[in-house]
């Protein structure tokens, strides 16, 4: 989202004059996002001045909506009190998320400025794993003891005043704060205001663990329509809650990576027009050197190969690419219906039975193109015969390594988009060339 | 998500002893999906058996939790007046959808089994183009009126009792029935009882038309973080509301569409495991068959390539293939960025600048080692020459093309993921192969 380049002049016109007064209907009365979205274009100086214009709760609000690497300037510009001023008023998934950005000696400098309970919470949310349940969780929850009733319960509801992020669903906790139930608000509304929470509760709640793998929880939150989910530890007792609007931004983020990772591009981890081209070199560079070492091979094969056919040298690319498209094909809908759930490991078996159908379905389609093509550019019907051969045998490979690789992956626990689509190119394209010349050679005999 | 295999053959005994009782504490007590989850091996007829333990309410909220082509075999073997009835009561959004996958014929059979009101509001939703923001939404919402305080809204909240779905955020409206306001219930709950609603509801509210392209709509749900955004008519008159569930599905729907697309599969429209082999072959089939056509003209050109210099066809799938890794980095980049909104298409100038400098750097990075290869089986060094000035040529005009087909696709209304990855295989592999032709005649003659 790029900055708004209307208001842009008027806000910095409003900064230069020192007109608080304007800065703060600006920044108090729009949505917190518009208001990141509109003073995005400012410098870091010129966006605390406007921050400076209201509360530090208000500051709290919006200044999460700003993308990233301008989260991290802003804090490394504030003196340490203001910057621990915000973060303890922040709402910790969003803490914690900045923090983990920032470098360690700052965020070191940061929080002895910060209350010592809320210190001890960035404390437990850092040491969570960036791929855990514990990373996306925010520790703000509502809860309610078992033993009172509806009426009571809102009249607390009221008094806390929870955030709208936690208020509506809420969890029931025991004298150990072991979770045992949960209630919707509507719920609590709905009932008779005598009725015990303890018979409106829902027990069978589903809930993740601390630990569990982030795409994991997602995807269960996903299936069952929540606006939160309970977070436990391993004893069962309520940690935090992982919300809608982060589990979708996570599923987003999932998503990209998981399409950058297929098209051989390590995840940004920001956005595209906001990644430095350094790093962007090296993402992409990466992957493009192993793919050209991997190419390297086809050439050192193809140096070798007899070139008394010359026609069959012109059909290589177009043979290889076949299998190569078909690999890419099966290896991108087996890496998504992985990451979406839609199937799962224990589905191998299936999963390859259509593969090999697919393969030889598809190969047989090409083959017949394949054929006609070359028997303009054999020298015989017979010698054209090399072509659709090699092209049934190429695709089939392709569906079998394509789909197969990102299950081996996933099998020993590495993610499956991390390195399929390079290995099923490289593997494709040599495995294809030797397919190519083992044909040929049978054939031309 | 596939069928548990543990509870399945339970279930079936139930089901052929005719174990209601058992069969209704099972639909009745663990949540919609995880009953759905547990009964979709079953065939549908038994499902049927199984949904009939419970009321019609209860079936309308488990039936939507079965994969699509089951509701659809569900609804076409029940009975016209009990289609209608589970019509009746489903939530109006996932009966668009399932009404959207029926044969036309079947609709207006079950429609008139519907209650009058409820058929309107079906005809309404099925006019909307699929994907508009009418194609996601529900028309169950809570609404009020502006003069009423926030004890008297409460209560009429209570009498309602709208589902949890639509509760949470409650739409003020004017006597025509125009979007003035919002008020969420917590702001209800927390507010004295004597608040009026219209000193309580935000007049800013973002909102969306009807008609307006159902991926902006999830981009700004997404960016505001609601729990769901309103729809409106021209006029501004409230028309239903889009939940966080709905646009959660909707981006992982579009997600895995753009991954496909990318990697030339037409959408699915169902999941990998069930989408039939034949449907399948035809979604690959119909991309493989393109790309071939443009890989025979890759096998024309170089049938007429001079092969003097047979050392540079060896090199030959090395080079086109990094000017094709590149721009299938540069468009799957390009293409996830517009549909997650970190850029738009005004953005072009940046992102062309910046995929010229990435190209050029990307260049160097592959010219290096292609030219020690070459140097190995180039009769001199000079003539090795070839290989990394050619790689510079075909990886600068990968990113240029990669980046800039996405966004001229975009420009003229098409969608960016649609077409992208086979055109970018196929203008770079033919251009590659002539700028490779026109280097090697120029630096060898």
Excluded at 109 to 116: C, S, T
Excluded at 204 to 211: G, H, K
Excluded at 269 to 280: I, R
Excluded at 342 to 360: F, M, N, Q, T
Aim: aromatic share 6%; charged share 20%.
């Amino acid at each position: 989202m790029t900055a708004n380049p209307i208001l842009l002049p008027e806000l910095r016109s409003m900064i230069t004059e020192g007109d608080v007064q304007g800065l703060r209907e600006v920044a108090e009365e729009l949505h917190p996002a518009t208001v990141a979205e509109f003073s995005e274009g400012l410098e870091p100086g010129e966006i605390w001045t406007l921050l400076d214009s209201v509360s530090v709760d208000r500051q709290a609000e919006i200044f999460p909506y700003y993308p990233m690497p301008e989260q991290v300037a802003l804090l490394e510009l504030a003196d340490r009190p203001k910057a621990g001023q915000l973060l303890e008023s922040m709402a910790s998934d969003n803490r914690d998320d900045v923090l983990r950005e920032l470098e360690e000696e700052l965020v070191e400098a940061i929080l002895p400025f910060v209350a010592k309970a809320e210190r001890q919470n960035i404390r437990m949310l850092l040491s969570c794993p960036e791929d855990s349940a514990g990373s996306l969780m925010t520790t703000e929850y509502a809860s309610l003891p078992t033993g009172i009733t509806a009426g009571e319960a809102i009249a607390r509801l009221r008094a806390q005043a929870p955030d709208s992020e936690s208020i509506y669903y809420i969890y029931v906790l025991d004298a150990e704060r072991h979770l045992v139930g949960f209630v919707s608000l509507r719920d609590l509304i709905v009932a008779r205001p005598t009725a015990l929470v303890r018979d409106l509760m829902e027990t069978d709640v589903i809930r993740v663990r601390l630990d569990e793998a982030r795409d994991q929880v997602v995807q269960k939150l996903a299936r069952f329509d929540f606006l939160a989910i309970p977070v436990v530890d391993a004893d069962n007792r309520l940690v935090g809650i992982i919300t809608h609007d982060d589990a979708l931004d996570a599923i987003r983020e999932d998503a990209t990576d998981d399409a950058h990772m297929i098209a051989a591009i390590a995840p940004l981890g920001e956005s595209y027009l906001e990644a430095a081209v350094t790093s962007m070199t090296w993402k992409r560079g990466v992957w493009l050197t192993i793919l050209f070492g991997t190419g390297a091979i086809t050439a050192m094969l193809l140096a070798r190969a007899p070139i008394q056919h010359a026609w069959l040298i012109a059909f290589l690319p177009l043979v290889v690419a076949s299998g190569g498209n078909c690999g890419n094909q099966s290896a991108t809908l087996v890496i998504t219906a992985l990451s979406t759930g839609d199937c799962s490991l224990a589905d191998w078996p299936r999963i390859l039975r259509r593969e090999v159908v697919l393969g030889i379905l598809l190969g047989m389609l090409l083959a017949v193109p394949g054929f006609l093509l070359a028997a303009f550019y054999a020298p015989s019907l017979t010698d054209a015969l090399v072509i659709p051969v090699t092209i049934m045998g190429v695709v089939m490979m392709g569906t079998m390594v394509g789909s197969s690789l990102p299950l081996v992956f996933r099998s020993i626990g590495l993610d499956p988009a991390l390195m399929s689509n390079p290995f099923v190119s490289a593997i494709v394209d040599v495995v294809g060339i030797l397919i190519y010349m083992a044909i040929g050679m049978l054939l031309l005999q």
